[in-house]
């Protein structure tokens, strides 16, 4: 079956960490981009972090450059998102999705909508 599962979500006071899983099913990460999103409460869901082993392009947006680490373990197909010094304005559900390439997770807005393949989501909560 081709699918992606979340896992790591929880509650973490401000200035901790949590690492976020997205395991690949189905499919390699090698043929594949895979990138997270984020979408808050009344907010739209947002890029915040992508991989793409084909080019080995990385993409992170300017409000988790430097704190977020995204990587990925092909014998496990799993992709991961460290996350480290977190906000409360990180609070928000983290989606994995597949993409062809990282520009999705980069331009954002209706192109999301066009992605095929998601997770089922992991609620992150940081405390202030």
Not at 34 to 42: K, M, V
Not at 81 to 107: F, G, H, I, W
Not at 113 to 125: A, I, P, S
């Amino acid at each position: 079956e081709v699918q992606l599962v979340e896992s790591g979500g929880g509650l973490v006071q401000a200035g901790g960490s949590l690492r976020l899983s997205c395991a690949a099913s189905g499919f390699s990460l090698d043929d594949y981009a895979i990138a997270w999103f984020r979408q808050a409460p009344g907010k739209e869901r947002e890029g915040v972090s992508c991989i793409n082993r084909h080019d080995g392009r990385l993409f992170y947006s300017d409000s988790v450059k430097g704190r977020f680490t995204i990587s990925s373990d092909v014998d496990k197909n799993t992709v991961f998102l460290q996350m480290n010094s977190l906000k409360p304005e990180d609070t928000a559900v983290y989606y994995c999705a597949r993409d062809l390439d990282c520009l999705t997770a980069k331009v954002g807005g209706r192109t999301i909508d066009t992605l095929d393949l998601w997770g089922q989501g992991t609620l992150v909560t940081v405390s202030s």
